[in-house]
T-cell receptor, first 117, second 113 residues
């Protein structure tokens, strides 16, 4: 299995809703990532988990709450979002990267298209 | 301010010809660069990478060139095929910052049959 699976593919939520995005990989990767991408903009890193521990939080607002229940799963809990949070949310995974790594490429999921109304 | 820039939002090339996608960066401390390809409704797919200790890396029809003095890299696709039509992102990372990449905004390549 060489895929990263994201669910749902599309999500419409109101500003008072609570929802979760899910990401799963079975490649034995120990680093997992959440990226946010708006139209015609580059993907922006939000969170990095390494060995199920949060290692990078790019000053993301607390209305986004990541969770890594185990090495294969990554969730992003959403609460009280704003319309400007509407974007494509990409999950990715990789071998845990360090100075010994020879390939830094990620495997991305196909994303969740989120619309906040 | 974006540290990795792709100044051409789109490129159109005839099938069989060479496609050249360009990427500029501002920080000389970047030490590793990657190219990703993205089809609609799919996530980006890793294509090819290059370390800053090299100036060229080749993989089949894809070659990445790195010009450190100009802070410029390019992706050459030869020969271009209609299936190469996609959005191409370049990305870069800093030395010792292993898990964070900075992405360009992408170039949409259209290869015409």
């Amino acid at each position: 299995d060489t895929e990263v699976t994201q669910t749902p593919k599309h999500l419409v939520m109101g500003m008072t809703n609570k929802k979760s995005l899910k990401c799963e990989q079975h490649m034995g990767h120990r680093a997992m990532y959440w990226y946010k991408q708006k139209a015609k903009k580059p993907p922006e890193l939000m969170f990095v988990y390494s060995y199920e521990k949060l290692s990078i939080n790019e000053s993301v607002p607390s209305r986004f709450s990541p969770e890594c229940p185990n090495s294969s799963l990554l969730n992003l809990h959403l609460h009280a979002l704003q319309p400007e949070d509407s974007a494509l949310y990409l999950c990715a995974s990789s071998q845990d990267l360090d100075r010994r790594s020879t390939n830094y490429g990620y495997t991305f999921g196909s994303g969740t298209r989120l619309t906040v109304v | 301010d974006q540290q990795v820039k792709q100044n051409s939002p789109s490129l159109s090339v005839q099938e069989g010809r060479i496609s050249i996608l360009n990427c500029d960066y501002t920080n000389s401390m970047f030490d590793y660069f990657l190219w990703y390809k993205k089809y609609p409704a799919e996530g980006p797919t890793f294509l090819i990478s290059i370390s800053s200790i090299k100036d060229k890396n080749e993989d089949g029809r894809f070659t990445v060139f790195l010009n450190k003095s100009a802070k410029h890299l390019s992706l050459h696709i030869v020969p271009s095929q209609p299936g190469d039509s996609a959005v191409y992102f370049c990305a870069a990372k800093f030395r010792y910052n292993f898990n964070k990449f900075y992405f360009g905004s992408g170039t949409k390549l259209n290869v015409k049959p």
